[in-house]
T-cell receptor
C-alpha cells in the first residue's frame, strides 16, 4: 500500500479565486491520478499526472481549468482555477505502484465555493 | 461535512446478516475490477479485486463474484457489522492503462 497525504483536507473559497491541492506519497509510485467526486455522486477521473510532462486530461476537463504538476514520483498538485460554485466537490489523489494493479486513494480535499 | 451518499441507492441490513451489493459494469472489454469502501469524510479504501479470468474471489468476510456474460459484479459481506456502514463503489479497468471507471455506488446501512 501507500500512505497518501493530501492538503488541504477542506477549504471554503470565493468565486473567481484558485486553489492548489497537494498530494504527497510516502514512496515512489508509477501512476498518479486526480479524481473529482461531486456531492452524492461517484468518482470521475480528471487527469493522469505524468512525471516530467504534461498531464493527460479526460474528456470534459482542460488544462487551463485544472493545471496539474508532477515534478517527481512522490508529489503532485492539482489547481482548481477561477472557481465557481459548480466546482464544489471532493478532489481525490490516487496512486498505483504498478501498471494494471490496484489504486490507492488519499483522504480527499473537500472544496466549497461560495 | 458533506455526505458522500446523499443521492445513492441504499441497502439496509441487520447486524449479523449477510450483505450483497450489486454492480453492473459497462464495458465488456474490462479486464479488472475493484470494490472500494468509502466512509464519510474519507477517501475510497480498497476492499478486494478480481481479474476477468476469474469468477469468484474471497477475502476476509468478503467475496466478489463476477459474471461476464451479463456484465455483473457483486460484493458479499458476511456477518455484516456496524463498521461496514459506508458507501461501496465498484470500479472497472479497460485496456492497458490503469485508470479506473467507477460505478454509481451503493450506501450500506447496518441496523442494530
Amino acid at each position: 500500500s501507500a500512505v497518501i497525504s493530501q492538503k488541504p483536507s477542506r477549504d471554503i473559497c470565493q468565486r473567481g479565486t484558485s486553489l492548489t491541492i497537494q498530494c504527497q506519497v510516502d514512496s515512489q509510485v508509477t501512476m498518479m491520478f486526480w479524481y473529482r467526486q461531486q456531492p452524492g455522486q461517484s468518482l470521475t477521473l480528471i487527469a493522469t499526472a505524468n512525471q516530467g510532462s504534461e498531464a493527460t486530461y479526460e474528456s470534459g476537463f482542460v488544462i487551463d481549468k485544472f493545471p496539474i504538476s508532477r515534478p517527481n514520483l512522490t508529489f503532485s498538485t492539482l489547481t482548481v482555477s477561477n472557481m465557481s460554485p459548480e466546482d464544489s466537490s471532493i478532489y481525490l489523489c490516487s496512486v498505483g505502484h504498478r501498471v494494471g494493479e490496484k489504486l490507492f486513494f488519499g483522504s480527499g480535499t473537500q472544496l466549497s465555493v461560495l | 461535512g458533506e455526505s458522500v451518499g446523499l443521492h445513492l441507492p441504499t441497502l439496509s441490513v441487520q447486524e449479523g446478516d449477510n450483505s450483497i451489493i450489486n454492480c453492473a459494469y459497462s464495458n465488456s472489454a474490462s479486464d479488472y475490477f475493484i470494490w472500494y469502501k468509502q466512509e464519510s469524510g474519507k477517501g475510497p479504501q480498497f476492499i478486494i479485486d478480481i481479474r476477468s479470468n476469474m469468477d469468484k474471489r474471497q477475502g476476509q468476510r468478503v467475496t466478489v463474484l463476477l459474471n461476464k456474460t451479463v456484465k455483473h459484479l457483486s460484493l458479499q459481506i458476511a456477518a455484516t457489522q456496524p463498521g461496514d456502514s459506508a458507501v461501496y463503489f465498484c470500479a472497472e479497468r479497460t485496456g492497458t492503462a490503469s485508470k479506473l471507471t467507477f460505478g454509481t455506488g451503493t450506501r450500506l446501512q447496518v441496523t442494530l
